[in-house]
């Protein structure tokens, strides 16, 4: 679609981009179905190591869902399953993707915005950025996987105030109750995103994925056996070996992902 781009870097990383600035970048449930097959893309190529997330221009990450659309798609409970299966479809690739993904935030992250950098493993912003979730002006239900995330990574209290009433939290808001693990200065956020992508890129692939599962079983028991299954393959991989000949011959490792 035009309304998402990606596109693979030289530097290991995998980047997303949603792309509609003229809208500041209103999630629209075309984007929310490209999503899957983006990630999946990226996830299939061994070189890549992280994935970025962020939104085109200036001025958001996202503002939200295109409201626009809500009136065809999105209307009533029975059409609210169908675009709700499109969102989890989305946010799920992110989810599961082995990688370490990152949610790369400039300007508004409301709404759709926060649903989706809930789903991504490190979430940076500038200085610039706005949080919000803004469902109670609409009107609508916040649906239960994204508040479980959202709660699981600011806590109940804050997850409360920001659903009950629907205000804009600053970026160092957002640092301080943990939704973001760092602020920086505009100018400096494309670089600290690059920066993380390669402190990633040099550390064992396999040993993320299994972190990332066990951080998954934490709140999902069916996952348990999947990621003590990854933990033990860990210690099995040829990755493992380089690793400890690396730091026995005091030389960086150069780890492939087997």
């Given at each position: 679609?035009?309304?998402?781009?990606?596109?693979?870097?030289?530097?290991?990383?995998?980047?997303?981009?949603?792309?509609?600035?003229?809208?500041?970048?209103?999630?629209?449930?075309?984007?929310?179905?490209?999503?899957?097959?983006?990630?999946?893309?990226?996830?299939?190529?061994?070189?890549?190591?992280?994935?970025?997330?962020?939104?085109?221009?200036?001025?958001?990450?996202?503002?939200?869902?295109?409201?626009?659309?809500?009136?065809?798609?999105?209307?009533?409970?029975?059409?609210?399953?169908?675009?709700?299966?499109?969102?989890?479809?989305?946010?799920?690739?992110?989810?599961?993707?082995?990688?370490?993904?990152?949610?790369?935030?400039?300007?508004?992250?409301?709404?759709?915005?926060?649903?989706?950098?809930?789903?991504?493993?490190?979430?940076?912003?500038?200085?610039?950025?706005?949080?919000?979730?803004?469902?109670?002006?609409?009107?609508?239900?916040?649906?239960?996987?994204?508040l479980a995330r959202l709660q699981s990574i600011v806590g109940r209290g804050i997850a409360m105030e920001m659903l009950a009433t629907a205000r804009h939290f600053s970026a160092s808001e957002a640092l301080t109750v943990g939704f973001v693990n760092r602020v920086v200065a505009v100018d400096a956020l494309a670089s600290t995103a690059r920066d993380l992508v390669?402190?990633?890129?040099?550390?064992?692939?396999?040993?993320?994925?299994?972190?990332?599962?066990?951080?998954?079983?934490?709140?999902?028991?069916?996952?348990?056996?999947?990621?003590?299954?990854?933990?033990?393959?860990?210690?099995?991989?040829?990755?493992?070996?380089?690793?400890?000949?690396?730091?026995?011959?005091?030389?960086?490792?150069?780890?492939?992902?087997?």
């Open positions: 679609s035009s309304h998402m781009s990606r596109r693979t870097a030289l530097s290991r990383s995998g980047w997303i981009t949603f792309n509609q600035p003229e809208r500041l970048n209103a999630v629209r449930r075309d984007m929310w179905d490209d999503l899957p097959a983006a990630v999946a893309e990226l996830v299939a190529n061994p070189t890549i190591r992280a994935i970025v997330v962020r939104g085109a221009g200036e001025k958001a990450f996202i503002s939200g869902a295109d409201i626009a659309e809500f009136e065809v798609q999105r209307h009533d409970a029975a059409s609210n399953r169908l675009f709700t299966d499109s969102v989890t479809a989305a946010t799920s690739a992110l989810v599961e993707a082995p990688v370490p993904v990152i949610a790369m935030i400039r300007g508004f992250c409301i709404g759709g915005g926060v649903v989706i950098a809930s789903a991504c493993d490190i979430r940076i912003c500038s200085d610039d950025a706005r949080f919000g979730v803004p469902a109670g002006k609409l009107g609508l239900g916040y649906e239960l996987d994204n390669a402190m990633i890129s040099q550390n064992a692939p396999m040993s993320f994925a299994a972190a990332k599962l066990a951080s998954r079983a934490a709140f999902d028991a069916s996952l348990l056996g999947e990621a003590q299954r990854a933990i033990d393959t860990c210690f099995d991989s040829q990755d493992f070996k380089e690793g400890r000949a690396a730091f026995r011959d005091r030389r960086p490792p150069n780890f492939i992902g087997k």
